[in-house]
């Protein structure tokens, strides 16, 4: 009899061995991507769902259209308007605050007869904008609510028409409460 027909009880725990290394370096190798697969999954979550890394709205146009933007941001400069944002320091029950907008001409005297519109949004969480309109309730003050129920840094873009020319205004308001 040939020793390949009749393997010796060497041979077969040689062989044992070998299916045994066979399943732990396998085994290992899987254990490896599984790991890799896993961090890699987090941090796309990461990347994803985190509400501070959201892109600011409109950031794109307003980059494209540059030199209109820049414009209509230095517009109240040019015209000599002081323009006034106030914020409460407190929200009610809901979150909402009160915003008020002063507007007066480089004589001081009111300004009535425009419209003014807001995007709001928190920096913290910069995808979750509201748009408001701030009617007039006289005396150049235009006054309206926004929830703003958290603390921190928001941003107020605001859109004024009937100026004679497009303005936009920006302000960075730090709320304490």
Not at 53 to 72: C, F, G, I, K, S
Not at 149 to 156: A, T
Request: a negative charge.
């Amino acid at each position: 009899m040939s020793s390949k027909n009749n393997p010796t009880p060497v041979m077969e725990e040689q062989q044992l061995a070998e299916r045994r290394a066979k399943r732990f370096y396998i085994s290992l190798v899987l254990l490896l991507f599984a790991i890799q697969f896993t961090i890699g999954g987090v941090a796309i979550k990461l990347a994803i769902g985190d509400p501070a890394l959201a892109v600011v709205p409109d950031y794109h146009q307003a980059a494209l259209n540059w030199d209109e933007t820049r414009r209509a941001s230095s517009a109240s400069d040019r015209l000599g308007w002081d323009v006034d944002v106030i914020v409460s320091n407190v929200a009610d029950a809901k979150g909402q605050r009160a915003i008020s907008v002063e507007l007066s001409d480089e004589h001081g005297e009111a300004i009535d007869d425009v419209n003014v519109a807001a995007k709001i949004y928190r920096h913290a969480d910069a995808a979750a904008y509201q748009t408001i309109e701030l009617p007039n309730t006289g005396d150049g003050r235009y006054l309206a609510m926004a929830s703003m129920p958290k603390h921190g840094l928001w941003q107020l873009e605001m859109n004024i028409e009937g100026a004679g020319e497009p303005m936009t205004l920006t302000r960075t308001l730090e709320l304490e409460r």
